[in-house]
């Protein structure tokens, strides 16, 4: 027996299912690093429903995932604050009123009349780009290396007393490298490598780095073979111009060769890139309609990529998607009130 009327009411009760899994905001941030955060917060005040999408497993972005310790000197109001406790300061004043997805790179964002849709699972209204330098992978160590031999080789840590008590070698010559060397100098036996005998880091941290007098410095030398030798990772380093060969032995390696980052990503969409970083006006705002940019994700003449310029650029941002979204409210851009 047929009875075509149970299956049309099945069909109906499945499609308002597809219809009731997208969620509907005002505004999706994607990346949420200390500029992302920071952008919700400001979000959260003007009442914008948010929510921040982050492609890593944690919030905090690069600096939470690259220096958690290390103290950053250019926030405003604080004279030093490490990148873990800016994050657990930003995540607080979100007072969970603030939606936010971890493990989620956005793929695909496509009109639907006045909303956007990203990856078919979230309506919204305007979106905001603050990826920092975009999806970021380690340059990997150069050498062939075992499964084994892998485990003793690190592009990333949170935790420096893991390290306690080792022979460890950090290959690099910027920031990261001289910052992480600082830090573990203290508790482990540190050598640094790097190919120049210039660093390409702060000048302060190379300097804090010779008064300490804990680290060695192996300058300009190069790795050019690994092996493995009672539990330790031996490294066959050549000068860089000469003839000499050292072989050091590490517990751990610590590798700190920069990252290929890239915000191509966003071509796809239609949004243009100017130098590699996201094009914006005045307003943060793309040449795609609702799609803004703000931190190190974009570009314009004079910028300076520092975590307080993004601060002053979500601000900017918010205002500007305020207006859009709201153009008959009287938008309050002071942040205090007489009244």
């Known amino acids: 027996m047929h009875f075509p009327h149970i299956h049309v009411k099945v069909m109906l009760v499945i499609f308002r299912k597809e219809i009731s899994i997208i969620k509907e905001y005002d505004l999706a941030i ?22 921040v999408l982050e492609s890593l497993s944690d919030l905090g972005g690069q600096p939470e995932m690259l220096y958690p310790f290390k103290k950053i000197l250019d926030i405003p109001v604080f004279k030093e604050i490490t990148a873990s406790d800016l994050t657990k300061r930003l995540i607080a004043n979100l007072e969970g009123q603030v939606d936010l997805v971890t493990s989620h790179q956005v793929q695909d964002v496509e009109s639907a009349g006045d909303k956007l849709i990203i990856d078919g699972e979230y309506q919204v209204r305007s979106i905001m780009i603050a990826t920092g330098n ?103 380093l050549k000068e860089v111009g000469g003839d000499t060969m050292l072989a050091e032995s590490f517990d751990q390696i610590l590798v700190a060769y920069g990252f290929r980052a890239d915000n191509r990503f966003v071509k796809k969409w239609g949004v243009e890139l100017e130098n590699g970083l996201i094009a914006v006006n005045r307003s943060m705002q793309t040449n795609v309609p609702k799609i803004y940019a703000i931190g190190d994700a974009c570009g314009y003449e004079g910028r300076v990529p520092i975590i307080g310029i993004g601060f002053g650029e979500a601000q900017i941002a918010i205002n500007s998607i305020m207006r859009d979204l709201f153009p008959e409210k009287s938008l309050t851009i002071h942040s205090t009130s007489i009244n």
Do not use: C
């Open 30 to 51: 994607i990346g949420a690093g200390p500029v992302g955060l920071f952008a919700a917060y400001f979000a959260r005040l003007h009442g914008l429903k948010t929510i």
């Open 134 to 236: 975009g999806a970021f992978k380690p340059k990997k160590f150069p050498l062939k290396a075992t499964p084994e031999m892998e485990d003793r080789i690190h592009y990333f840590f949170k935790d420096p007393a893991q390290f306690a008590g080792q022979k460890l070698g950090i290959f690099g010559g910027g920031d990261t490298a001289l910052d992480w060397a600082n830090e573990l100098a203290n508790i482990a036996d540190v050598s640094l490598i790097h190919r120049r005998n210039e660093f390409r880091g702060m000048e302060s941290s190379v300097d804090a780095l010779r008064k300490k007098g804990q680290v060695n410095f192996l300058t300009p030398y190069l790795p050019k073979k690994m092996t493995e030798k009672d539990g330790q990772l031996v490294i066959d």
